[in-house]
């Protein structure tokens, strides 16, 4: 049941929602400046099952790939397209970040309108797909070529919230922090890097984590009605990354399995390639 209320700390205005179990309260900032924002600002959706659905029946999994000129480690998804890290857990992973742009969407030919594409980055979803914690963007395209796109948190399986307050627009550039501080307690701060506007989520009572998984992913989602139409984009970099563990440790992309995506047909739509240790693109086919 959806509830919401408002709340004062250290005279902040700030949004706080429950649902169910898990409750967050936000805080924004524009330019330094604290921007007021409440809870009609987070809209509850349909959980979109963002975890990794493995690849496709008809595809054979490779780990020394033709298409990389680095020969990183390969594989193939019926949904992910970007780059997987993983840890163990003896030393979890704590904190993910990463600067990307905002999916700018052409209609792919021979597919129905509306099509879709999301850019995000997460904990877990990928050996552990009980839970993931992410936050993003998806864009939207038009059967006229008009696009929109909106800003996104979710925690898997609980429900995914679209962030009214947060403006973003296709070919800006977003930053995403997400910081598990604990398997059920986490933060969230996505910045649209162009318009100088920064949103804080924290999060608590989340579903377990395994704390086992950091991606950074342009996705073709599902919903529920099923995956949605995938569109064609200009090229998605993702800069920055980067991933912290309990140790300290950094995982970036060196050593990444990086992820095509590879639809039911066998075709593959998208494509990803680990530029150096820290920066990637994703490109369409």
Same mark, same amino acid.
């Not at 029946?57 to 020969?71: E, L, Y």
């Not at 797909?129 to 696009?147: H, I």
């Not at 969230?188 to 506007?197: D, E, K, L, P, S």
């Not at 342009?218 to 991933?243: C, L, P």
């Given at each position: 049941m959806w509830s919401s209320f408002r709340s004062f700390i250290l005279? &902040?205005?700030? +949004?706080?929602?429950?649902? *169910?179990?898990?409750? !967050?309260? +936000? @805080?924004a900032r524009q330019g330094g400046r604290v921007v007021k924002i409440s809870d009609s600002d987070f809209v509850p959706t349909v959980p979109r099952r963002?975890?990794?659905? =493995?690849?496709p029946s008809n595809t054979t999994v490779s780990t020394n790939s033709t298409m990389s000129r680095r020969s990183d480690p390969v594989s193939y998804s019926g949904n992910w397209c970007g780059a997987s890290q993983h840890s163990t857990s003896s030393d979890q992973i704590t904190n993910i970040f990463g600067y990307f742009t905002v999916p700018d969407l052409t &209609?792919?030919?021979? %597919? +129905? #309108?509306? $099509?879709f594409a999301a850019a995000w980055l997460g904990i877990d979803g990928a050996s552990c797909r009980k839970s993931l914690l992410q936050a993003g963007v998806t864009t939207v395209v038009n059967s006229n070529g008009g696009q929109s796109a909106s800003a996104w948190w979710e925690w898997y399986p609980e429900a995914s919230y679209n962030i009214k307050g947060l403006p973003v627009?296709? =070919?800006e550039w977003v930053s995403v922090n997400i910081t598990a501080s604990s398997l059920t307690t986490g933060k969230i701060i996505i910045t649209n890097v162009n318009q100088g506007f920064?949103?804080? %989520?924290n999060i608590t009572n989340g579903p377990p984590l395994c704390r086992t998984d950091a991606e950074w992913v342009v996705e073709d989602f599902y919903d #529920?009605? =099923? $995956?949605? *139409? !995938? +569109?064609? !984009?200009?090229?998605?970099?993702f800069?920055? @990354?980067v991933a912290t563990t309990v140790r300290k440790n950094k995982l970036t992309l060196k050593n990444a399995t990086m992820v095509s995506l590879k639809n039911d047909t066998g075709a593959v739509t998208c494509m990803s390639e680990r530029y150096?240790?820290?920066n990637f693109v994703a490109w369409s086919v």
């Amino acid at each position: 049941m959806w509830s919401s209320f408002r709340s004062f700390i250290l005279g &902040l205005v700030v +949004a706080r929602s429950v649902v *169910a179990e898990l409750s !967050f309260v +936000a @805080t924004a900032r524009q330019g330094g400046r604290v921007v007021k924002i409440s809870d009609s600002d987070f809209v509850p959706t349909v959980p979109r099952r963002h975890r990794n659905h =493995g690849p496709p029946s008809n595809t054979t999994v490779s780990t020394n790939s033709t298409m990389s000129r680095r020969s990183d480690p390969v594989s193939y998804s019926g949904n992910w397209c970007g780059a997987s890290q993983h840890s163990t857990s003896s030393d979890q992973i704590t904190n993910i970040f990463g600067y990307f742009t905002v999916p700018d969407l052409t &209609l792919r030919k021979g %597919i +129905a #309108a509306p $099509q879709f594409a999301a850019a995000w980055l997460g904990i877990d979803g990928a050996s552990c797909r009980k839970s993931l914690l992410q936050a993003g963007v998806t864009t939207v395209v038009n059967s006229n070529g008009g696009q929109s796109a909106s800003a996104w948190w979710e925690w898997y399986p609980e429900a995914s919230y679209n962030i009214k307050g947060l403006p973003v627009k296709p =070919g800006e550039w977003v930053s995403v922090n997400i910081t598990a501080s604990s398997l059920t307690t986490g933060k969230i701060i996505i910045t649209n890097v162009n318009q100088g506007f920064s949103m804080s %989520i924290n999060i608590t009572n989340g579903p377990p984590l395994c704390r086992t998984d950091a991606e950074w992913v342009v996705e073709d989602f599902y919903d #529920a009605d =099923g $995956q949605v *139409a !995938f +569109a064609s !984009f200009n090229d998605v970099w993702f800069e920055e @990354t980067v991933a912290t563990t309990v140790r300290k440790n950094k995982l970036t992309l060196k050593n990444a399995t990086m992820v095509s995506l590879k639809n039911d047909t066998g075709a593959v739509t998208c494509m990803s390639e680990r530029y150096d240790d820290t920066n990637f693109v994703a490109w369409s086919v």
